[in-house]
Nanobody, 119 residues
Framework: QVQLVESGGGLVQAGGSLRLSCAAS????????MGWFRQAPGMEREFVAA????????AYANSVKGRFTISRHNTENTVLMEMNNLKPEDTAVYFC????????????WGRGTQVTVSS
């Protein structure tokens, strides 16, 4: 089965930048959208960004528009998210997710990577 592994999280000061990566292993993803979600302590998991399988479209939460950029890299099995001008409220565990072929439902999830933004 498909497994997703996030990397790139860490501690950064407000105004700084981080780049998150997500690599899929196992069966090759076929026409699968990929996205990022995050969950802060005491909060519900929320959508952050998504990109279609062929990179023809992207979507962002209003809270990160203009600051975060999602992209597919090298193959359909890799997704990146550049995070700039980070704010303390961006602190959360960030999860990578992928859909099944031609689906809008996220069925594959990574374990998460911690992003902490200090002020």
């Amino acid at each position: 089965q498909v497994q997703l592994v996030e990397s790139g999280g860490g501690l950064v000061q407000a105004g700084g930048s981080l780049r998150l990566s997500c690599a899929a292993s196992g069966p090759t993803l076929v026409r699968s959208a990929m996205g990022w979600f995050r969950q802060a302590p005491g909060m519900e998991r929320e959508f952050v960004a998504a990109i279609t399988w062929n990179s023809t479209s992207t979507a962002y939460a209003n809270s990160v528009k203009g600051r975060f950029t999602i992209s597919r890299h090298n193959t359909e099995n890799t997704v990146l998210m550049e995070m700039n001008n980070l704010k303390p409220e961006d602190t959360a565990v960030y999860f990578c997710a992928a859909t099944e072929t031609d689906s809008v439902r996220y069925t594959y999830w990574g374990r998460g990577t911690q992003v902490t933004v200090s002020s």
